[in-house]
Structures are given as C-alpha cells and as structure tokens.
C-alpha cells in the first residue's frame, strides 16, 4: 500500500509495509500505533464527557483492583510466551539444549539465592531487570523494524542497520541515564548524584536524548528514501517512535507499568502470528488459525499464573517475605525472558522463523542481509 510523490526530482514513496495480518492490525498492536491515543487518554484526559469516561476506564486498569489481572493477561502472558515459544518452535530442543534442558534448573538456583538473600543478590538482580528491561524494549524494536523491512522490500545495508540500531537504542539510553536504582545510578556511587555539575550534566543530556529519539527514526527515513535500498516502510518508523514515546512521555514508574502492558500486547501478537503459520505450514495440520491461537495464548496463561503466582507461594511457605519473593521472582523471570528471547528470533536461513518472514516477502525482494 504505496503513495508516491516527486520531490526535488526524486520519487519519494511512502509504503506502511507489507503486514503480518493486515495494515490496521499490524500498525495497531505490533507496531504500537494503539498506544499512542491510549496514552494520550491516559495523561491528558479531555473535557468530552465520552472521552472523560474512557480515559477514566483506561486509567483504572493500573489501579490496585484491577491492576492483577490486567497485568496476568498482557504482561505474564508475554513472559510465558517465549518458554512457550521455545518448547514448541520446531528444532529448537535439539539445536538448545542447554536452553532448553539445563537453564531452567539454572535459573531456579539463581532465584532461590536471590529470594533468601535479597540484600546482597536480590537487589542485584531487580537492579539488573531494571537496566535491561529497556535495552529488551529497544531490541525488540530493532528486530521488528528490520523484519518489516525485509518484508517489505528494503534492502537495508550493513551502514544502515548500524544507524536503525542506534536510533533504536535511544531511549534505552535515555531511562539508562534516568531511573533511580538502575543504569547508571546502579553502576555508579550515589555520592557522584550530590556533586552540581555531575547532575547537571545529566539534566542537559536527557532533554538532548528526547529530541533525538523522536527525530532519528524520522531521519533515517528519509537517508533511506534518498538512498537505493528503496523505502523504509512506516510500520518500522512507528516501531522506533513508539518505544521511543513509551520512555520520553512516562516517568520510569508509569513506563515500566503502561510501556509494559503495550510492549506485552506487541510480543504476544508478533510471537502467536510466527506459531499460528509454523503449525498451519506443518505437513497433515488438523486444526486451525483459531484453534492454535487460543491454545498457545491458553498455555502462556497458565504457564504464567505457575510463575507468577504459584512460584513466589513456594518461597513465602519456605520462610521468605511476600515482597521479597514477588519482586526477587518477577525479576527473574524478566530475565529468562531476555535470555530466550535472544535465541528464539533468529532469522538465520536454516531457522524456522525464517519460513514465517518469507511467507510474506515480495516474489523479487532486494536482497537484505
């Protein structure tokens, strides 16, 4: 879905990418467009009586009633999602064993350490979650926006990929240098925050990083309509813009509660869409799209209230505190998340992923690496 137009003697031409579902599906929920008039609701409520009602409805989903199931729903899912994924994409058992077999039991260790000894490992490791949660975010963004290109016929080079990256990156550096208790305020001695110049430099930078974030994505569309790789589709563009809006627009408490929850919808529509076409492609498939979207969406369910809800009752009868084991075990399972997510979405060209994105790649592609 093109529209072109000349401009300084070029041809300039706008595409929203080739889609997954369909153009309004694909822009909505994996390229985050949704969130946008969500969060707007959410921060800024107008005066129009309707509007004043949803905003109101919209922003009682973070309030303590509602807050747990909400998050079970979007958020616990997306985590169980990738176990989920990692035991059902083909080839995966044989090609990860050690992801598959021994790092689970690792993991456990890891986190009963952490839940009965929270001052010296837990804080490290809620610390942790919290630097990289953004880098997760931001590499997320990365790999889709480059998945969509690809999909849609633009060749991006090596020198492009290096800027689409960086771009991306952007608002991890951002919350890297802003949240207390993580990134940079992790890494470095509180007392360096009671020195004047050292946090005005900090302040200086943030405002800097804000208008670079929002304006890269922007930028680099137009390096890549003026170069001969052919159009960035604006699916990408929104990928970028809208992690982007996700950490310039909340304080770290709102993004890590609103970013989460759009950022969870974002993985479970993406990683359902890759395990709906996997099973259809399969020789002798029996059962349909439906079917096979409420099954993995039903386990990651289930599979989430086990480590969610179930997991931390475990370490609350053994003696550790509620906080504790709540905090120390979403923690963890935050960081299992990144770790097969960093596996499960290769693209190589033996990988199963890579018969899904081909599925949908134009019959003469440009070549991308």
């Known amino acids: 879905m093109t529209a072109a137009s000349p401009s300084a003697g070029r041809r300039f ?25 969500v969060l707007w609701l959410v921060l800024v409520p107008p005066d129009l009586p309707g509007l004043r009602a949803l905003s109101t409805g919209l922003r009682s989903l973070a309030g303590p009633a509602v807050l747990p199931y909400a998050v079970m729903l979007t958020v616990g899912a997306h985590f169980a999602a990738s176990t989920v994924r990692l035991y059902t994409k083909q080839g995966t058992t044989t090609a990860l064993p050690f992801l598959t077999l021994a790092f689970p039991l690792v993991a456990l260790l890891v986190v009963s350490v952490a839940v009965f000894q929270p001052d010296v490992v837990g804080r490290q490791l809620q610390s942790l979650y919290l ?17 969509y290109c690809y999909r849609s016929g633009c060749a991006l080079g090596d020198a492009d990929k290096q800027l689409l990256r960086a771009a991306s990156l952007l608002p991890f550096l951002y919350s890297f240098l802003s949240t207390t208790g993580a990134g940079l305020h992790w890494i470095l001695p509180d007392s360096l925050y009671e020195i004047p110049a050292f946090v005005s430099v900090l302040a200086t930078l943030r405002p800097i990083l804000r208008v ?20 960035m589709p604006i699916v990408s563009v929104l990928l970028l813009l ?10 770290p408490i709102e993004a890590f509660v ?6 969870g919808i974002q993985y479970l529509a993406i990683v359902i869409i890759f395990h709906v076409k996997e099973q259809l492609a399969r020789p002798g498939a029996r059962h349909g799209a439906l079917y096979h979207t409420l099954w993995f969406y039903g386990v990651c369910l289930l599979l989430a209230y086990a480590l969610f809800d ?17 905090l120390i075990v979403a923690a963890a399972i935050n960081l299992h998340h990144f770790i097969v997510d960093g596996f499960i979405w290769r693209l190589g060209r033996r990988d199963a992923n890579r018969a899904v994105v081909d599925s949908g790649v134009p019959t003469a592609p440009a070549t991308a690496a």
């Open 13 to 37: 031409e706008v595409t929203l990418g080739r889609p997954f579902v369909s153009p309004l599906f694909d822009l909505a929920l994996i390229g985050g467009g949704l969130s946008l008039p």
């Open 131 to 147: 630097t990289w949660s953004p880098y997760h975010y931001a590499a997320q963004a990365y790999g889709l926006a480059v998945m």
């Open 212 to 231: 670079a974030g929002l304006a890269a994505p922007f930028l680099l569309w137009l390096k890549l309509q003026r170069g001969g790789s052919g159009p």
């Open 242 to 251: 809208v992690n982007g809006v996700w950490w310039y627009a909340l304080d």
């Open 258 to 263: 609103w970013a989460t929850f759009f950022h």
């Open 310 to 326: 179930c997991l931390p009752q475990v370490y609350m009868w053994a003696g550790a505190s509620v906080t504790q084991s709540l």
